[in-house]
């Protein structure tokens, strides 16, 4: 088995249908695919969100078939089916329909032999993080207790979702440090229950971006790669209480200031075995499909580096 699977995160192929998306990433050299699940009706109009490659509703036994014979005709696996709501949102019309949405996907991951599910905390952005963890602790076990059923890993991605007044002040994600995570696990035992672990976050947080490894080594489920600026001159004049993206940019990875040379020895110090997957959210290559490709390759050609 290869050491680190490197993959392709499917909500920047929005366009492409699964067939068309999982062949790309085979012509291009990728073992894996994250594959966007966001529900149809979904609501959510933020970048990135909404995209569904699979309808995880109409999944019955020739869909499942179906999808089986396109991944094994092209040698590509799914690393994991992703859905990124807000579970902990204040108004219980959309924390509701997530939470509901997650378990589906968890029970789908198991029908479609997938081994694990990416989403994120949520949070309720007007409390502090003592307060929404004390919300987590009523929601998650119950979500928790559906993945130990079906045997699938939950992977939470650390990125805090504030970037804009939108999610003013605390952001819609709680898993945002080292030190929540900590009480994440402590309230949550689960081994079941882990992290997407996505380094860009970290560093516009001033924080290091390779301990982590070390620290949560067991509660690596699955990775992201994507990069990040900080542009310092932006910084000094707004300060870190600013809104995250006047002073921020996620870029392709090698772009930005992500230790990549770091993170990937931190990697293979701790023996982690899985995907690796490059998430693209770098608006200077977004114009069109020429560019959104140019991109992915870009992004493979560096982190190839690490992988031989």
Known sequence: ???????????????FNLEHTVNFAAHHGFGCVEVMCWPRDND??????GVSHIDIHNLDERKINDIHYILRSANVSISALGYYPN????????????????????????????????????RDPAKNIAD???????????????????????AIENCPMFFTNDEWPGGKNLA???????????????????LNY???????????????IYQFKDRLHHIH?????????????????????EYHS?????????????FFAALTDVRYRGPVVIEVEDKAYEANITDVKSAILTSRNYVNQFLG
């Open 44 to 49: 959510d109009s933020r970048r990135y969100a």
């Open 250 to 262: 996620p870029k392709l990875p090698g772009l930005g200031d992500v230790n990549w040379r770091g």
């Open 176 to 194: 945002i440090s080292p030190a929540v995570w900590t009480k994440m696990f402590e309230i949550i035992p689960s081994r079941c229950f882990g």
């Open 1 to 15: 088995m290869e050491m680190l699977k490197l993959g392709i995160n499917s909500a920047i192929l929005a366009d």
């Open 198 to 212: 996505d380094p860009s976050h970290m560093v516009w947080q001033m924080m290091d971006e390779v301990k982590p």
């Open 132 to 154: 929404n963890l004390k919300t987590f602790a009523d929601v998650w076990p119950g979500i928790v207790k559906v993945a130990e059923e079906n045997n699938i890993k939950i």
């Open 225 to 245: 790669l994507k990069d990040v600026r900080v542009y310092k001159d932006k910084l000094d004049q707004v300060g870190i209480l600013a809104n995250p993206l």
């Open 87 to 122: 579970p902990l949102d204040p108004d219980p019309k959309k924390s509701e329909p997530g939470i509901d949405h997650i378990k589906e996907l968890i029970r789908a991951a198991a029908k479609l032999n997938v081994p694990v599910v990416t989403t994120f905390i949520g």
